[in-house]
């Protein structure tokens, strides 16, 4: 089982729709989570924590759920600049990460 | 703008070739900074952490001798393929720890190097 899973889609959808991504993580131990986003052949950007109590920027809004060992990200009124791959990040313990395979989204007009 | 910065951002070069790859922080002091490769359509996997005036601590699987990784100063690490292969084309992006409480990972602009 990998350590971080992700649907990898592509979620195809139209300009204005909400769209949510879900992740999964194995390790209990787990410790912070994050959102970045990849655009096609550049690095990745973080795109935002993911705080025990659910956060929210803008119209983006991540949570989590320990107990379930699961995280989410909802994008409200998708933009066709939100096309990217979106990439769960889990940290267990010091500065190291485990990415996720990324989930690809695409806005259509 | 900016907290790391990667160089070179694209390599083409003959089979046989050694490949230099710099990572540096900038404004700030990275104690350690990490390597990544991603193939295509693929997710980063580590290869590697670069601890500043000591050895790197390798991921399973790859060779450290393949591999070189130098960390000589708080702001500067660099990657080293030598005697790259094919096989060895890939995506690979450097990332180091900056933000007040430098649980933030912020990565390089990434190396495309191709080997033909």
């Known amino acids: 089982r990998k350590e971080v899973e992700q649907d990898p889609g592509p979620f195809n959808v139209p300009e204005g729709a909400t769209v949510a991504f879900n992740c999964t993580y194995s390790?209990?131990?787990?410790?912070?989570f994050f959102w970045y986003r990849q655009d096609c052949r550049k690095e990745p950007k973080l795109l935002m924590s993911?705080?025990?109590s659910g956060n929210e920027d803008g119209r983006f809004t991540a949570q989590l759920n320990r107990a379930s060992q699961y995280i989410s990200l909802l994008i409200r009124d998708s933009k066709l600049s939100d096309s990217a791959t979106y990439l769960c990040?889990?940290?267990?313990?010091?500065?190291?990460?485990?990415f996720g395979g990324g989930t690809r989204l695409m806005v259509k007009p | 703008g900016a907290v790391v910065s990667q160089h070179p951002s694209r390599v083409i070069c003959k089979s046989g070739t050694s490949v230099k790859i710099e990572c540096r922080s900038l404004?700030?002091?990275?104690?350690?900074m990490f390597w990544y490769r991603q193939f295509p359509k693929q997710s980063l996997m580590l290869m590697a952490t670069?601890?500043?005036?000591?050895?790197?601590?390798?991921e399973q699987g790859v060779e450290k001798d393949k591999f070189l990784i130098n960390h000589a100063s708080l702001t500067l690490s660099t990657l080293t393929v030598t005697s790259a292969h094919p096989e060895d084309s890939s995506f690979y992006i450097c990332?180091?720890?900056?933000?007040?409480?430098?649980?933030?990972?912020?990565f390089g602009a990434g190396t495309r190097l191709s080997v033909l």
């Open positions: 990332s180091a720890n900056a933000g007040v409480a430098k649980n933030i990972q912020y």
């Open positions: 390790n209990s131990a787990s410790q912070s």
């Open positions: 993911v705080y025990s």
């Open positions: 990040v889990v940290n267990v313990a010091g500065n190291m990460l485990t």
């Open positions: 404004d700030f002091q990275a104690t350690t």
């Open positions: 670069s601890n500043e005036g000591s050895k790197a601590t390798y």
